[in-house]
């Protein structure tokens, strides 16, 4: 396969995710115009719409996590070139995101419900925070490695990349993981908090402490005593909450 294929692989891997991404906030929010959204999709009985949703959740915690560790990269790169690895793995996240937007089942009921306008505008205020964060958090940590279009282009031009270095710029000198700072943010702040809203705040944030097990792990190996300090000092994802040693 040639370097412009395997650019334009990492591209078109790129974009389906961005798709993803940008649908995946409107579905989050439950705006009234989206084909699917959290509210809004298949109908079935209670029992049935909590077991799809918790599937199609933990579908998404699995493939995001065991694909993004280094066990498991060691042979799938043995099948996914290295060039594009990072990029396969973002479209299998759109493709996962897709599958639950087609057939998330909405739960009928509410937790809360806000009626106060003000606050109603400052929750939403506080939703498109989270998403913001999240978005700059990823440019702070090179976003462009982060969703594989930096390998591609490397690969492209015939460069070899440069050792990773721990850095601590903006977000990340508060706390160790501000994209999920920015994802619970964005999950919880809502003034609808529908049942089935519920369960998807519940079961990201599972899968978000679920993953920062394993993905510190993976840390500590490639920064060593470097990372082990760094989280000794920093918040996980509340700045001053969550330091270990």
């Known amino acids: 396969m040639s370097r412009a294929v395997y650019l334009a692989v990492a591209v078109s891997c790129y974009l389906a995710f961005f798709a993803a991404f940008v649908y995946l906030v409107g579905f989050v929010a439950g705006f009234p115009f989206m084909p699917t959204h959290v509210d809004k999709g298949l109908d079935g009985p209670v029992s049935v719409a909590v077991a799809v949703d918790i599937g199609l959740i933990a579908l998404f915690g699995i493939q995001h996590s065991v694909m993004a560790r280094q066990s498991f990269k060691v042979g799938w790169t043995k099948i996914v070139p290295n060039p594009i690895e990072r990029s396969i793995y973002c479209l299998a996240t759109a493709i996962v995101l897709g599958v639950m937007f087609w057939l998330w089942h909405p739960i009928a009921g509410s937790v ?24 700059v958090a990823t440019h702070l940590i090179s976003h462009w490695e982060l ?28 706390v160790r993981h501000p994209i999920y700072s920015g994802m619970l943010l964005a999950v ?12 998807l ?28 300090e760094y989280r000794r000092k920093v918040g996980m994802v509340i700045p001053w ?4 040693a």
């Open 188 to 199: 919880w702040a809502t003034p609808e908090m529908t049942y089935s809203h519920l369960i």
């Open 147 to 174: 969703f594989g279009l930096a390998q591609a282009w490397r690969y492209f031009r015939g460069q070899e990349a440069k050792p990773h270095e721990l850095r601590q710029p903006l977000f990340y000198r508060a």
């Open 112 to 135: 809360w419900s806000v009626e106060n306008q003000g606050l109603r505008i400052a929750i939403w205020v506080l939703f498109a925070l989270g998403w913001l964060i999240l978005f």
């Open 241 to 244: 909450i969550g330091r270990r």
């Open 201 to 228: 705040a519940l079961g990201f944030s599972i899968y978000i402490l679920i993953g920062i097990h394993y993905e510190e792990k993976d840390l500590v190996g490639t920064f060593g005593d470097t990372y082990v």
